[in-house]
Structure formats: structure tokens, C-alpha cells
């Protein structure tokens, strides 16, 4: 295995080389970030399809990637990829001293309180500000709002109980309500974002990831219009010649099959 991994340092260097692949040689250290994001995503869809010759292929995608970042960043003599495993090395051996040091057996509950735990502190030691500057803003919307709500939580900012989390939902869709008859559009955009950050809030308390929930829910809605696309082929007709009527009463049809 060591081999294999070996090979495929060499093989990405390679790639870099005088003589290697143009696109390649072009990159640098920032400019395939979203290249990355996309893999990430590719893999995140395989494991949701339970695709599992997929997710080895996605899985090879990412490790393509953690490599050939770190040998750009070699380059640039930045660091190389012997640093990045010696960090997380030594970041799992230290945010596990029920494994690797004298804190003894644990359960899973205490070993999630104990990671957070030794996880801030060494986050104090880096910060400059704000508890909430090192979230990263490219983290996708729903991501950054659930870190945002889980770090406010750890110091106490946080809603008593779930009835007064429901009721903070509740008055945001007012506001968005009264918001929409005044059809200014940045005050609708801004209540609609105060709504779905209170609804992010509330799937805390219920213990739901709300990433999960409209992954699965787009899911759903992807199926379900399927099943209308193929109902009205077969009766020779398309989405578009289609009534709204037609396609609604399908819709209850393929609701009503799940």
C-alpha cells in the first residue's frame, strides 16, 4: 500500500514536470480549489447512493487531490506533503488521549465532549477575534450557519428550549411575510435568510442535519418529477405540452407509491 502511494506522488510530479500534462503544469496551489469542492461533492453523492465502487473511485479523486495540493505547495516551498502527515498525525494522536494516552476508556458521548473540548483550546491559542473568524466562509451556506450556532452555543448564546426556538421561526416567516407585501427586494432577501438560519437553528435542537434533510428532500423531488416525465411520455406527451392539473395529479401519484 505504502507503494501505491508512493507511486502516486510520483505519478502527480510527473504531471507537473516540464514534460508532463499542460493543464497541470498550469496550476497553482489556489486555482483548483473548486476542482476539489466538486470531488468532495462526487463523493458525498456516491456514499448517499450507497454506490460503493463509486465512492472507491470518488475516494481516489480526493486523495489525487490532498496530493497534488501539497506537492504544488512543495513548489512553492510552502510545506511539503511529509508536514501535512506529520500534522494530522499528531492532531489525532493528541485529540485522542483515550487511545493513545493514560485518560482510559470512554464512551461515545464523552469522546465527542472531549474532542470539542481539547479542539478549543488549541483554537484559542490561534485566535486573534471573534470565536466565529475561523469558520471559513466557503463553507456551503447550510455548513457555516450550523458551526456558526453550534460555537455561539459553547458560550451560553443560545435559546433556552426548542418552543422558543419555534417561536424565533415563526416570527422570522412573519417578517418575511410583511417583507414580500412591501416588495423591497433587499428586505426580502434579508428576512428569507433569517428564516432559513432559524430553521437551520431549530433542526439543532432536533438533532436533524439540515444538510441531510434537503439533500434527501431534493431526492425526493427528483424521483417524484421522473415518474411525471415518464407518465407523460408515455402518453406521448412532454413536461412542456403538460398541464399544471396533469402533472400535479401525477405527482400525487408518485408521492402516494414512496
Excluded at 447512493?49 to 505547495?73: Q, T, W
Excluded at 456551503?140 to 426556538?165: A, L, T, Y
Aim: hydrophobic share 35%; aromatic share 8%; net charge negative.
Amino acid at each position: 500500500m505504502i507503494q501505491k502511494f508512493i507511486q502516486l506522488v510520483e505519478i502527480v510530479k510527473t504531471l507537473r514536470s516540464p514534460n508532463g500534462c499542460p493543464w497541470d503544469r498550469e496550476q497553482d496551489l489556489y486555482s483548483i480549489k473548486n476542482h476539489f469542492l466538486e470531488e468532495a461533492f462526487e463523493l458525498v453523492d456516491a456514499l448517499d447512493n450507497e454506490d460503493v465502487p463509486n465512492i472507491r473511485e470518488e475516494l481516489g479523486d480526493v486523495i489525487f487531490h490532498v496530493v497534488f495540493h501539497a506537492v504544488m505547495a512543495e513548489e512553492e516551498g510552502k510545506f511539503d506533503l511529509s508536514a501535512v502527515l506529520d500534522e494530522i498525525n499528531e492532531k489525532l494522536i493528541r485529540r485522542h488521549p483515550h487511545v493513545f494516552g493514560d485518560m482510559g476508556e470512554i464512551d461515545t458521548e464523552e469522546v465527542i465532549v472531549n474532542w470539542e473540548k481539547i479542539k478549543d483550546e488549541e483554537k484559542k491559542q490561534k485566535r486573534n477575534k471573534s470565536i466565529l473568524d475561523d469558520i471559513p466562509n466557503s463553507f456551503p451556506s447550510i455548513q457555516r450557519s450550523i458551526k456558526i450556532q453550534e460555537r455561539v452555543r459553547k458560550v451560553g448564546f443560545d435559546w433556552p428550549d426548542m418552543n422558543d426556538c419555534m417561536e424565533k421561526v415563526n416570527e422570522e416567516i412573519g417578517e418575511f411575510k410583511e417583507a414580500i407585501e412591501t416588495g423591497n427586494t433587499y428586505d426580502i432577501e434579508h428576512e428569507l435568510g433569517d428564516v432559513f438560519f432559524a430553521l437551520i437553528n431549530i433542526s439543532r435542537f432536533l438533532k436533524i442535519n439540515p444538510d441531510e434533510a434537503l439533500r434527501k428532500a431534493n431526492k425526493r423531488f427528483h424521483t417524484r418529477f421522473s415518474y411525471i416525465e415518464q407518465q407523460l411520455l408515455e402518453r406521448g406527451l412532454s413536461s412542456e405540452d403538460a398541464s399544471l392539473e396533469q402533472m400535479e395529479e401525477l405527482w400525487k401519484e408518485a408521492k402516494k407509491m414512496e
